[in-house]
């Protein structure tokens, strides 16, 4: 079975700190994603790599960063928090092509930026 | 752009009713792929279903069905008899197999509840 890990489930953190949150998957997979899950709006793509060190933006990449040094490793970074981050994030990996498969999902970072 | 409608936003049903969720979706190519997802409380989302645009058979696994018509641009999803461990978060997703966006663009999502 593919496994997605994410390091936390639940994480607060005050306004202007970074945050760092890691994804592992353990399938080999090329692709992997970041999604943020807000009530009432579905997800939302931050950033997706297509291969170590290669990264697109996605529909809210604003304030975000991203970092994929490892084929399996995929972390999120939040430069400097606002409270408007406070938000599920929801890591992904596939295998290419990009459309056709099915993207493997970990359990959830939710996080509250006070 | 693609953009995909999910217009229930909860629903209840009792034990044993069958309930159906709508899934409407707007792209531009003539090939791509529609997804049915569930999060359940626990938050990790479990992947259902994958249909490609070309395959408009209709499919059954258990108490589960989906019905795909392009003529609509519906992918809507019925479970029949439903149980308490059906309540979830409910997703459809849509890909475009060669062009456009490289991610799955979802829906808003459907929270069912299934009331013993």
């Known amino acids: 079975d593919v496994k997605v890990t994410q390091s936390s489930r639940y994480l607060v953190k005050r306004t202007g700190e970074k945050v760092f949150l890691e994804c592992v998957q353990d399938m080999d997979h090329e692709n992997m994603f970041w999604y943020r899950q807000d009530p009432g709006l579905g997800l939302r793509l931050i950033y997706f790599s297509y291969d170590v060190k290669m990264k697109e933006k996605g529909d809210i990449p604003e304030g975000y960063s991203v970092s994929r040094e490892k084929k399996e490793r995929f972390s999120l970074i939040l430069e400097s928090a606002s409270t408007n981050q406070t938000s599920m994030y929801l890591c992904a990996s596939s295998l290419v092509p990009v459309g056709k498969n099915i993207q493997y999902f970990g359990a959830g970072t939710r996080l509250s930026v006070l | 752009a693609q953009k995909v409608t999910q217009a229930q936003t909860e629903i209840s049903v009792v034990e044993k009713e069958d309930v159906t969720l709508d899934c409407v979706y707007e792209?531009?190519?003539?090939?791509?792929?529609l997804f049915w997802y569930k999060q359940p409380p626990s938050g990790e989302l479990v992947f259902l279903i994958r249909r490609n645009s070309f395959d408009e058979q209709n499919e059954i696994s258990g108490r589960y069905s989906w019905n795909f018509q392009k003529s609509t641009s519906s992918f809507n999803f019925t479970i029949t008899a439903s149980q308490v461990v059906d309540s979830a978060v409910y997703f459809c997703?849509?890909?475009?197999?060669?062009?456009?966006?490289?991610?799955?663009?979802f829906g808003s999502g459907t929270r069912l509840q299934v009331q013993p």
């Open positions: 997703a849509l890909s475009e197999a060669y062009t456009g966006r490289r991610a799955l663009t």
């Open positions: 792209t531009r190519d003539t090939t791509y792929y």
